[in-house]
């Protein structure tokens, strides 16, 4: 079982270039999210979605798009990368919002 | 919104136990969690309590939960050298589930 896969694992972009976080799970898992990790700031909620077709915002949603088509992906939209974006993100899913949830690898992002 | 907190780093020698203290804001959260990530890599789920229980042990972890002061700790037993960590506590606000600031374990011989 794949669990919750992330690509790429390290991307890094200029300022003001848009990318794309990719994130699937194959668990059929209703609720998905993702984070980003800083130091000494714990992980903080970007966007989350409690099923296809619904997505609402996180603690820190300025600059970053998300939509959900299907159950199984969550991709992540930077629409326009500044140097604050530089982090490490994790997408994260589990059967629902009150369940333990299962983390992928994380993507490591440098904006320069 | 909700917050979390951790205290940010702990040293404990191979062989002792490690306490890891959270104490978190939102009294409705159902359930509390401990995610443990080790470098470089995602959080994995470690354990967690439901909100009516006052403690719960797997194997080396024990998680006692304190919902009058909101406190919440983990205890590992015999720590050793794969334990070192950082350990984040969790809980549901809502559909969210907010993380603290992370605990960085690191066990020494």
Request: no cysteine.
């Given at each position: 079982n794949a669990g919750v896969t992330q690509t790429p694992k390290f991307q890094v972009l200029k300022t003001g270039q848009s990318m794309t976080l990719q994130c699937a799970q194959?668990?059929?898992?209703?609720y998905m999210s993702w984070y980003r990790q800083d130091p000494g700031m714990g992980l903080r909620l970007i966007h989350y979605s409690v099923g296809a077709g619904i997505t609402d915002q996180g603690e820190v949603p300025n600059g970053y798009n998300v939509s959900r088509s299907t159950t199984e992906d969550f991709p992540l939209r930077l629409l326009s990368a500044a140097p604050s974006q530089t982090s490490v993100y994790f997408c994260a899913s589990s059967y629902s919002s009150g369940q333990g949830a299962f983390f992928g690898q994380g993507t490591r992002l440098t904006v320069v | 919104g909700e917050d979390v907190e951790q205290s940010l780093f702990l040293s404990v020698r191979e062989g002792d136990s490690s306490v890891i203290n959270c104490t978190y804001t939102?009294?409705?959260?159902t359930y509390l969690y401990w995610y443990k990530q080790e470098p470089g890599a995602g959080l994995q789920l470690l354990t967690y309590i439901f909100s009516n229980m006052d403690m719960k042990q797997d194997q080396r972890l024990t998680v006692l939960l304190n919902k009058k002061d909101k406190h919440l700790s983990l205890r590992i037993a015999?720590?050793?050298?794969?334990?070192s960590a950082i350990y984040f506590c969790a809980e549901i606000d809502t559909d969210k589930l907010i993380f603290g600031t992370g605990t960085r374990l690191q066990v020494f011989p």
């Open positions: 194959d668990m059929n898992h209703e | 939102d009294s409705s959260s015999d720590t050793q050298t794969g334990d």
